[in-house]
Each structure stands twice: as structure tokens, then as C-alpha cells.
T-cell receptor
Framework: KQEVTQIPAALSVPEGENLVLNCSFT??????LQWFRQDPGKGLTSLLL?????REQTSGRLNASLDKSSGRSTLYIAASQPGDSATYLC???????????FGAGTRLFVKA | DTEVTQTPKHLVMGMTNKKSLKCEQH?????MYWYKQKAKKPPELMFV???????INESVPSRFSPECPNSSLLNLHLHALQPEDSALYLC???????????FGPGTRLTVL
């Protein structure tokens, strides 16, 4: 059974810092992995989708990497801003499956 | 149109009421999803429709009844809910099953 873990659960950094959020999964037979952000009480915003054949994806200040063999993905945020404050969730879809499994998220606070 | 819309934004209902949640997208996506999210928890999959046919029902109680009248619209009919069903209900869509998912803003449901 696939399990997705995100560490740390919460993170507070000063504005301008580069940071890394971690996502680990127990079953390496994944189809894709998606990173989302969620503001309090709001829906999820898709940030990046990495297919199982890819090693990384980039969008603006965000870079997500995938290492299936070690069961890990990281989300790198460059030059963090207060507007980046949100909960970041990673979600895994297994090969042969149709159900997306979410991690519990990392709550990020960027101080001005 | 590149978004998923959900109505209403908020809903308060009694345990004997019947109500419906509505989700709409005009991106030509053929897969649509209902998720339930409790406070400070990740989203949990409830139902998945693919080409207007129910593909996945995650053992959801029958007091929740999904409907997909056409490729753009997804409803969730609610009847005889319990207070523990209070949550944020999120709708999502993707071009096809197993593709990148795009979420709506959610409906905040309170059952009294």
C-alpha cells in the first residue's frame, strides 16, 4: 500500500531564502507525482507534475525533482516571498492505479 | 476558460435536508473527481468519473450520490448527512484519467 510522507510538517523561513520541501513514498512504482499549494480554506493549485520517466520539472522559481529508486521528490523554491506562505502537498499516482495518494503537507511561512 | 468552478461556496444544512453541490469546467476535460477534506488533513478521494461514467467509488456512504449529466458538469447530491460529514468538498478535473488534476475552490459544508 502506497504511503506518502512530507517532512517537515511546518517550516518558517525569512524572506529571500532558498528552501527545499521533501516528499517520500514507499512504493517506487509510480505513474506520476504532482505538487500543489493550498491557501487556508481554499482549493488546491497545481504547481508541477512530474511523469515517472522524468527527473525534474521547472516553473519560474520552482523546481521539482523525482528519484523513484529512493522514493523521494523535492520541491525547491528559490528566493522565497511572503506570498509563498501556504501548505504544499505532494500527491502520487501509482502505476496501474487511478487513485491519487496525498501527503499530509508542509505548512510554509515566509516572514517579511 | 481555464478553471474549475464550484457552487455554492458555503452550505449549512440540517441532517434531514437534501442539497446538491455543483462543479463545472469548460476545459474539455473528460475526467472529474470529488474529494473530501477535513481540517488540517489532505484531500481524500470520493468518486471519479471518466467520460461521464463512474470509474471509482471509494466506498463512500450512500448518503452521498454523485451525478455526471454531461462532460462539463459534476454534481454531488447530499441527503441525511451527519455532523461528521462537515468538511471542504473539492472538485477536480483532468484531461483524461491519470493526468494532471486541476482543482476548484471548494464548497465548505457544515451539517448541523
Amino acid at each position: 500500500k502506497q504511503e506518502v510522507t512530507q517532512i517537515p510538517a511546518a517550516l518558517s523561513v525569512p524572506e529571500g531564502e532558498n528552501l527545499v520541501l521533501n516528499c517520500s513514498f514507499t512504493d517506487s512504482a509510480i505513474y506520476n507525482l504532482q505538487w500543489f499549494r493550498q491557501d487556508p480554506g481554499k482549493g488546491l493549485t497545481s504547481l508541477l507534475l512530474i511523469q515517472s520517466s522524468q527527473r525534474e520539472q521547472t516553473s519560474g522559481r520552482l523546481n521539482a525533482s523525482l528519484d523513484k529508486s529512493s522514493g523521494r521528490s523535492t520541491l525547491y523554491i528559490a528566493a522565497s516571498q511572503p506570498g509563498d506562505s501556504a501548505t504544499y502537498l505532494c500527491a502520487v499516482l501509482n502505476t496501474g492505479g487511478f487513485k491519487t495518494i496525498f501527503g499530509a503537507g508542509t505548512r510554509l511561512f515566509v516572514k517579511a | 476558460d481555464t478553471e474549475v468552478t464550484q457552487t455554492p461556496k458555503h452550505l449549512v444544512m440540517g441532517m434531514t435536508n437534501k442539497k446538491s453541490l455543483k462543479c463545472e469546467q469548460h476545459m474539455g476535460h473528460r475526467a472529474m473527481y470529488w474529494y473530501k477534506q477535513k481540517a488540517k488533513k489532505p484531500p481524500e478521494l470520493m468518486f471519479v468519473y471518466s467520460y461521464e461514467k463512474l470509474s471509482i467509488n471509494e466506498s463512500v456512504p450512500s448518503r452521498f450520490s454523485p451525478e455526471c449529466p454531461n462532460s462539463s458538469l459534476l454534481n454531488l447530491h447530499l441527503h441525511a448527512l451527519q455532523p461528521e460529514d462537515s468538511a471542504l468538498y473539492l472538485c477536480a478535473s483532468s484531461p483524461i484519467l491519470r493526468d494532471e488534476q486541476f482543482f476548484g475552490p471548494g464548497t465548505r459544508l457544515t451539517v448541523l
